[in-house]
């Protein structure tokens, strides 16, 4: 069972970058697919991000393509989410999960999730 940690929210002006990393506890990391979501305040949670084992593919939402990169380091068991061009509406709580199969973009189709780390961009 993979155990993730995530971590690197913050509060940031609009504009600004962030790096959220997410730290998985299993040495089999790279045969893990990557999805970061978010969830809102009254929302649920939505698809933000997702990597594969390998490094690829990768997919975005429309509302952060040209500002998020997903990215991995399967090496230190860790994937990452750079955030640049912050918004006011990135606003949420973001969370990492794992699943041995590729390309989810369901929060449902995750098997293993990390506990979530704020992120907050003030305008």
């Known amino acids: 069972q993979v155990q993730l940690v995530a971590s690197g929210g913050s509060l940031v002006q609009a504009g600004g970058s962030l790096r959220l990393s997410c730290t998985a506890s299993d040495g089999t990391f790279s045969s893990y697919a990557v999805g970061w979501f978010r969830q809102a305040p009254g929302e649920g949670r939505t698809f933000v991000a997702t990597?594969?084992?390998?490094?690829?593919?990768?997919y975005y939402t429309n509302s952060v393509k040209g500002r998020f990169t997903v990215s991995r380091d399967n090496a230190k068991n860790t994937a990452y989410l750079q955030m640049n061009s912050l918004k006011p509406e990135d606003t949420a709580v973001y969370y990492c999960?794992?699943?041995?199969?590729?390309?989810?973009?369901?929060?449902?189709?995750?098997?293993?999730w990390g506990q979530g780390t704020q992120v907050t961009v003030s305008s």
């Open positions: 999960a794992a699943d041995q199969r590729p390309q989810l973009f369901l929060s449902h189709e995750y098997d293993y």
């Open positions: 990597i594969g084992g390998s490094g690829y593919p990768t």
